[in-house]
């Protein structure tokens, strides 16, 4: 091993730490995702009717949605992108921050994508009243919301724009055990999930371990809490409309990728 890297990491070479790297989460709206759910949910939404419930009002529902989150972007100074297929949005995310450090709490940044999401199709009969609700699937656009949290750091929920408004949530272990780290003084340099100093590795291991406790899942369920509802589902639902209607996500894992950082003692092994 050179000199050199072992006068920078020698302190990391006594043992490794484990730590979550990805996690990525499903938000569903579990009622409204069978054709009699969906109608139950709606009638409690617009005061037990559903004569409004069809494609041109679905379709409403997706351009307010649209309207809203770009009227609220402009009013508040946060860029909106529509982005191409095939674009890596989250180094376009990287990008931005690493322009704008001084980024503060909240949605700093919002892209815009078309991916598939669970759709409605109504079919009535001659007389008004529905003959079918079918679920389909189409490719409709979605709006990935980038967020700072305090205990999380870089968060993105991609919601869909179309009812029941499917989420998925992507947050890093890494840098929940950087914001862990500075909060408890834990010197350390950081280039992307890779810790390159540490000045108490020991510190930084029991910081990471944190992740593998049960108590994770009440942070887990903190940070989806703080921002899902205010901060995304608004734009479809506002509060109101959310308490009247019942609508609260549930949640599954889709993804979770383990992260294992051995340190050897030849580079050639490395």
């Known amino acids: 091993m050179p000199d050199e890297f072992t006068a920078r990491y020698g302190d990391l070479l006594t043992g490794s730490y484990d730590c979550v790297d990805r996690i990525v989460l499903n938000a569903y709206f579990s009622l409204a995702h069978s054709p009699g759910g969906f109608r139950v949910w709606w009638r409690r939404w617009h005061d037990d009717s559903d004569d409004e419930l069809d494609n ?14 770009r009227g609220w972007a402009a009013a508040h100074g946060v860029p909106v992108i529509d982005c191409k297929s095939g674009e890596r949005k989250h180094l376009i995310a990287e990008e931005y921050l690493a322009a704008h450090p001084g980024t503060g709490r909240g949605v700093f940044l919002v892209l815009v994508a078309r991916a598939p999401a669970t759709t409605w199709d109504v079919q009535r009969n001659k007389g008004g009243a529905i003959r079918n609700l079918a679920k ?23 919601m869909s724009g179309h009812p029941p408004f499917g989420a998925q949530v992507i947050l890093n272990g890494h840098e929940h055990v ?35 406790h049960d108590a994770a899942t009440g942070r887990l369920g903190q940070v989806l809490d703080r921002w899902m509802y205010t901060a995304c589902l608004c734009f479809g639902l506002d509060l109101a409309d959310q308490e009247r209607s019942g609508f609260r996500y549930s949640y599954s894992i889709y993804q979770v990728e383990y992260s294992r950082n051995l340190l050897f003692d030849s580079g050639a092994q490395m």
């Open 56 to 69: 041109a009002h679905l379709m409403r529902l997706a351009g307010r949605f649209s309207r809203r989150v």
């Open 136 to 158: 389909k699937k189409g490719f409709v656009n979605h709006y990935s919301f980038h967020i700072l949290d305090p205990d999380w750091g870089h968060v993105t929920i991609k």
């Open 178 to 212: 950087a914001c862990r780290a500075r909060t408890a003084g834990v010197a350390f340099e950081k280039e992307g999930n890779c810790f390159t100093e540490v000045a108490d590795p020991e510190g930084l291991a029991r910081v990471a371990d944190t992740l593998s």
